[in-house]
């Protein structure tokens, strides 16, 4: 079993609840990855016997550190339409909510469909860019097969600021995995903190708020099938503790998958 | 009183429970205003005796049309930190709820701050824009002063496609009003549909979910005072029913006060 799949592997524990766990293989240097525990959030609601349709929208606030063990996820669909679904989602463990996201669900119909973002051109193919060291990271980058075209994590936090703090590279679950939802979810949240690209300086860092809008469906995602997909991830501003980045996943193809957005906190 | 002030004139009526009304002044063709909607739902937050910090993330997902008169607002500090706070907000009506909402607080602190995305260059100064004429649109259109640089809304729907859904646009409350943290929310959700600048072709349209991260604190925010803040907003994907569109507010010199982001539904 993929460790993803044994991570999202929720257990109905009463109406509305499931029971998981953090799982080691995405432990980051203090309690879990952040996209690990968006994919569990978002599972919660897929498992839920009154889901209808797809994920369209997913907001997670990370509302405290989450710790190694058991989570509690209650999720209530507090309205359901003919084809949209919105979902209220808590994250609980022993001391209180350690998270809470917002989901749409959504029955979609075909109609005229452009693409306006624009994708990087001129980008190597994944086999031709060198897969990134992992060797001494936490657990969890260790769980993707990223290849950097652009703005790699600093080898080495010389303080030579950069004038952007853009990354293009390729991207996917380590061991291979057929894209789904929960795997874009936890990939959005994959995007190393733009101040380490753009500063090469330490800093404490938070995600505090994380959304995604999926632009694929599953039909979609099964055409993407274990294949790399193109992540794009840039800043906004950086004010006074908090700083925002704003992120894309490309199919190969050049279908836009998902757009991802967030904030987060930082101590410098 | 400003009608946006008469707006977010919620009154306490039980523990977490605050009542309100939509707004005459900001009627939209059907129900109020998203923006002003989103506007109650930070400022029932705002009120609440137990309010740490200001804004400096909001998602609203819009669950229901929202009827015409009053809407209970509840509004629960889930998670409160040393200098972050955690919200759940609900809007409901007589039936059901019609919005939630999730908001991250924070008392900030001075940090190295600095701008990444890029504003507009060349832009002329708002009283050299026409301001767009309101003559025969809903009543909230009416409640802004809008001033477009750049991507108006059509004069007429000739269904002659866009290269891009781009807008650029100087924009205030009118009445003018000074810029707090329930304008700078209403203000975001009042990009026109980007489907309507690219395609200029009629579509049924309804935004599912809105985020906005609130870079600027009150000081900021009193700073720009009644001026025009410069708005620029563009589409990303139209796929399957729902597009998503991002848009940044900046100050006159240049700050970037509020990036936002959402997901509209869409039938053409």
């Known amino acids: ?3 993803l799949d044994e991570a999202i592997d929720l257990k109905a524990s009463a109406p509305h609840e499931f029971m998981g766990a953090t799982h080691p293989a995405y432990a980051n240097m203090i309690g879990p990855f952040g996209g690990t525990t968006s994919a569990q959030l ?3 609601a897929m498992l839920h016997p009154e889901r209808l349709g797809e994920p369209v929208a997913l907001t997670v606030n990370f509302a405290a550190p989450v710790a190694d063990g058991e989570i509690r996820f209650v999720a209530r669909p507090v309205r359901t339409n003919r084809s949209t679904q919105h979902w209220i989602i808590e994250a609980h463990q022993a001391e209180g909510v350690v998270a809470t996201a917002t989901a749409v669900f959504a029955v979609r119909r075909e109609t005229w469909s452009n ?4 994708m990087p051109a001129n980008v190597p193919a994944p086999e031709a860019v060198p897969r990134m060291p992992v ?9 993707y097969d990223m290849r950097f075209v652009e703005g790699a994590f600093p080898a080495a936090f ?3 600021e950069q004038a952007h703090s853009r990354s293009t590279l390729w991207m996917r679950d380590e061991p291979e995995r057929s894209l789904d939802f929960a795997s874009l979810a936890a990939l959005s949240d994959s995007f190393f ?30 055409q993407v099938g274990t294949r790399h997909v193109l992540g794009v991830a840039k800043a906004l501003n950086y004010r006074h503790g908090y700083f925002d980045q704003s992120g894309q996943l490309w199919s190969p193809e050049g279908q836009l998958l998902a757009s991802t957005h967030q904030l987060v906190y930082f101590k410098d």
């Open 135 to 143: 060797k001494g990271m936490p657990a969890w980058p260790q769980r």
């Open 115 to 118: 693409v306006e973002a624009v």
């Open 42 to 44: 978002l599972q919660s």
């Open 193 to 222: 903190p733009r101040i380490y690209i753009r500063r090469r300086r330490r800093a404490l860092i938070g995600t505090v708020s994380l959304t995604t809008y999926f632009h694929a469906d599953s039909a979609l995602l099964a």
């Open 1 to 3: 079993m993929h460790p």
């Open 158 to 160: 010389d303080e030579q």
